[in-house]
């Protein structure tokens, strides 16, 4: 079964605006969640991540927002760039195990234009 | 090296064969996991070294698949008697201690033909 889902395979932004990037999981003991980015021939870079004792996570452009009782969170990034044009992860983890044994979503693809 | 280290960056091999893939971590992290990535799909974990031992390998898919950390750097995952549903990425991760975030390396592009 798939436990963390990121429903949109694909989101398309222009330049300047807000991407907001989905994310929901099933199971409750998740406590850790992450973002990651991942460009084509590369593996996946660390984008931000948040604790389930918190609900908003901010770094720069980069928000993440954690609603636990929906078992959902959300990537804002703002303004969207060019570059910023690339597949998201979310991923998570928890249960008294390592912050690396991730559980992915499937990705969604951003392409933020010019 | 500054970051995750795989090598080879791609590797092509005839069925039934072995396959051998190698992990440079970053100097100094304790923690290394290994990561399967299928077309289309998220990573999904194999295994996680601390140290030398396997903390956890509940990931590996059957017992084809083995991996090995002996000096508590570089890791190598090794894949017997390769099908062809083995093709995927493979991404090596490795982290300063288990409760920190994981850094992946480019990963090793395997087919198998």
């Known amino acids: 079964d798939q436990q963390v889902k990121q429903n949109s395979p694909s989101l398309s932004v222009q330049e300047g605006r807000i991407s907001i990037l989905n994310c929901d999981y099933t199971?409750?003991?998740?406590?850790?969640f992450l973002w990651y980015k991942k460009y084509p021939a590369e593996g996946p870079t660390f984008l931000i991540s948040?604790?389930?004792?918190?609900d908003k996570n901010e770094d720069g452009r980069f928000t993440v927002f954690l609603n636990k009782s929906a078992k959902h969170l959300s990537l804002h990034i703002v303004p969207s760039q060019p570059g910023d044009s690339a597949v998201y992860f979310c991923?998570?983890?928890?249960?008294?195990?390592?912050?690396?044994?991730?559980?992915f979503g499937q990705g969604t693809i951003l392409t933020v234009h010019p | 090296g500054a970051g995750v280290s795989q090598t080879p960056s791609n590797k092509v091999t005839e069925k039934g064969k072995y396959v051998e893939l190698r992990c440079d971590p970053i100097?100094?992290?304790?923690?290394l996991y290994w990561y399967r990535q299928s077309l289309g799909q998220g990573p999904e974990f194999l295994i996680y070294?601390?140290?030398?031992?396997?903390?956890?390998d509940s990931g590996l898919p059957n017992d084809r698949f083995f991996a090995v950390r002996p000096e508590g750097s570089v890791s190598t995952l090794k894949i017997q008697r390769t099908e062809r549903g083995d093709s995927a990425m493979y991404l090596c991760?490795?982290?300063?201690?288990?409760?920190?975030?994981?850094?992946f390396g480019q990963g090793t592009r395997l087919t198998v033909v």
């Open positions: 991923a998570a983890s928890g249960g008294g195990t390592s912050y690396g044994k991730l559980t």
């Open positions: 100097s100094g992290h304790t923690a």
């Open positions: 948040i604790s389930s004792i918190k």
């Open positions: 070294f601390q140290g030398t031992g396997a903390a956890d």
């Open positions: 199971n409750s003991m998740f406590d850790y």
């Open positions: 991760a490795s982290s300063l201690m288990a409760n920190t975030e994981a850094f």
